[in-house]
């Protein structure tokens, strides 16, 4: 459903630059809220780089995720002086090497296999997390401070909350346009094409394992940056960054915000974190009532919210509701 | 020497309920290819109602029939009006759905008991332990080896010796025939959920009185359980007994032997597995 039209270029430029002037008119508050949507929007993309391009259901997107968030702390800690890109470039070298080494396991197995797997290996990596206290401070967590940044010709004290908001923008909003740049090139459409039908990409001179062994390694770096930011943000990181529920999380936002599209997982995120807000002041409940809106959206929309927003496009364009979707120039990515 | 003899049938305890556990989950995956993440917030549901009907009638012999007979119920609405639903999207949204529905189960049951752990106290024969070879050993931990030897002889007796074994079988294999045959195929995948979930529940109720009731008990048995079915094969019951024992062991002795990795000697095991043989020890080639 991904359409194949030039125009997403201005649709991101004019996102970015919402983004720009958000902090003038929200609070605080809001703008602590945005910056870790922008997060979780990059988190949850990588994981549907996964699901919705790939089709593999991953349980254990959070062992990358906190192996990120815990390799800043730990590298902010105990490395005196190094810069805060020192410390990031660390992150996501440990991530891209738990991605390649996990991956090797994983990979073997498909579908349901693969998943349960996943499940199992993050198990181990929340049990390491737990035990190995020395150096992830075990259930108290670690602490940091946020450096500043120097960027050779000026300084960002990122203190304050606005200044390290921008600094997310761009890093994190490149990130996610470059996941978007690369399901456009030749690899991304491997994968889609892969997963639709992996005999005949083999047939075709492709090697199909190695492909998959990359994207998984890829989005495994992502999530360990989603990660590395969601430290720095919060200045503290516990074991419940290499959870179960933090995979929930990303699974949830994938599929609520439609895993057909690139997009979705990020209105998703954006709807997860803001509902989970609301929801949390609201009432203690809120876990129960985010299981019930998402067992809802599995059996009535399957394609999530995105779906929704196709079928509303398709009423305007006069065109009916499911066939808007699927002209020759796009193209099916739901799993 | 008794110090190893009594880990060693700790080991076996814990193998039987693990057993329990995971027979029911890799039977649902086997017979209907899905991974059914709900199976162990199934099994806490029935330590807790086991809970509840120990506290009002105080019979655990009854919370050990009544218990899974509830869950049995529950599984076979879930199958019919929840499962059935989303099957023509894929197995992966029969498995979202599965892993919606634990989410929603572990929150009803933090809500209505509470989020803390409830102890449940056996009286009479079961509370008692008995002298063997010298060690007195509680009946309890004996009881659930027992009890997972018996589940395991009736499942292997009723699937490979009766008519009933051999519909279930077929169904799996070309459902399209067994149906023309004139069998019900969907009521029977209904039965196989609603009788792996009963069996869930089942374990439930002997694990209360081993482990506390608490609702972090669904997400440590699952890995484990998970681990079960990865070693021992996908589907196979056999490799389920197999794996069940191995772990069970390995558990108890590692927290004997080494006390800060016994939690990492589990998946230690699952990746050694993994290299020597992916499919698992009794898993058929993909």
Same mark, same amino acid.
């Given at each position: 459903m991904i359409s194949r039209k030039k125009g997403t270029y201005p649709y991101i430029a004019v996102l970015f630059l919402l983004g720009l002037l958000a902090p003038l008119v929200l609070r605080e508050y809001h703008v602590y809220m945005l910056t870790e949507i922008i997060i979780f929007a990059l988190y949850a993309v990588s994981y549907n780089l996964l699901l919705g391009y790939a089709g593999l259901l991953s349980f254990g997107h959070a062992m990358f995720f906190g192996t990120g968030a815990f390799t800043v702390a730990v590298s902010l800690i105990h490395? /005196?002086?190094? /810069?805060v890109w020192g410390a990031i470039l660390i992150a996501i070298l440990a991530t891209t090497l738990v991605g390649f080494v996990t991956g090797g396991f994983l990979l073997r197995h498909k579908g349901a296999y693969f998943a349960l797997l996943t499940l199992a290996f993050n198990a181990l990596f929340y049990a390491v997390a737990t035990k190995w206290s020395s150096v992830t401070g075990g259930d108290d967590g670690l602490s940091v401070t946020r450096p500043d940044i120097h960027l050779g010709f000026t300084t960002i004290n990122t203190a304050g909350i606005v200044n390290f908001y921008y600094v997310t923008l761009v890093v994190i909003g490149a990130a996610i346009v470059f996941c978007w740049y690369l399901t456009r090139t030749a690899m991304g459409q491997t994968v889609l094409l892969m997963r639709e039908n992996e005999e005949r990409m083999k047939f075709l001179g492709y090697d199909t394992n190695i492909s998959r062994l990359i994207l998984f390694t890829f989005t495994g770096a992502v999530a360990g940056l989603a990660g590395a930011f969601y430290t720095l943000q919060f200045q503290f990181v516990s074991i419940s960054a290499i959870s179960v529920e933090m995979t929930t999380a990303a699974l949830l936002m994938a599929f609520v915000g439609g895993t057909g599209t690139f997009w979705g997982p990020i209105l998703g995120a954006f709807v997860y974190i803001i509902l989970q807000s609301y929801l949390s002041d609201l009432t203690d409940r809120w876990p129960l009532f985010m299981g019930l809106i998402f067992v809802f959206m599995v059996l009535v929309i399957p394609g999530g919210l995105s779906q929704i927003i196709q079928r509303i496009q398709g009423l305007f364009s006069g065109k009916g509701s499911s066939e808007s979707s699927s002209g020759p120039e796009t193209e099916e990515v739901s799993p | 020497m008794n110090e190893i003899f009594v880990f060693f049938l700790h080991g076996l305890a814990y193998a039987g309920l693990l057993f329990l556990v995971s027979a029911g989950l890799t039977m649902i995956f086997g017979m209907m290819n899905v991974l059914n993440f709900a199976h162990a917030a199934m099994y806490m549901l029935g330590a807790y109602f086991s809970y509840t009907v120990l506290r009002v009638t105080g019979h655990f012999w009854l919370s050990l029939v009544l218990c899974p007979v509830i869950l049995f119920i529950i599984g076979a609405l879930v199958e019919r009006f929840l499962m059935r639903r989303v099957h023509i999207h894929g197995h992966l949204h029969e498995l979202l759905l599965t892993f919606g529905l634990a989410y929603i189960i572990t929150e009803i049951v933090k809500w209505v008991w509470g989020n803390y752990p409830l102890a449940v106290n056996l009286e009479g024969f079961l509370a008692q332990s008995i002298n063997i070879f010298g060690i007195l050993y509680p009946v309890y931990r004996i009881f659930i080896f027992f009890c997972a030897v018996l589940v395991g002889l009736s499942m292997a007796l009723i699937l490979y010796k009766t008519r009933l074994g051999v519909t279930l079988r077929a169904s799996v294999n070309d459902g399209e025939m067994v149906e023309a045959l004139g069998i019900n195929v969907p009521l029977v995948l209904t039965g196989v959920f609603a009788f792996g979930t009963a069996l869930s529940g089942f374990a439930g109720v002997i694990a209360g009185p081993l482990l506390s009731t608490y609702p972090g008990m669904a997400q440590e048995i699952l890995v484990d359980a998970f681990v079960v079915i990865v070693v021992g094969g996908f589907g196979s019951l056999g490799g389920a007994v197999v794996a069940s024992l191995l772990i069970g062991e390995l558990q108890s002795f590692g927290v004997l032997l080494f006390p800060k990795l016994s939690l990492a000697l589990v998946y230690l095991l699952m990746a050694i597995v993994l290299i020597v043989k992916p499919s698992g020890l009794f898993g058929e080639k993909q």
């Open positions: 490395i /005196p002086a190094l /810069p | -």
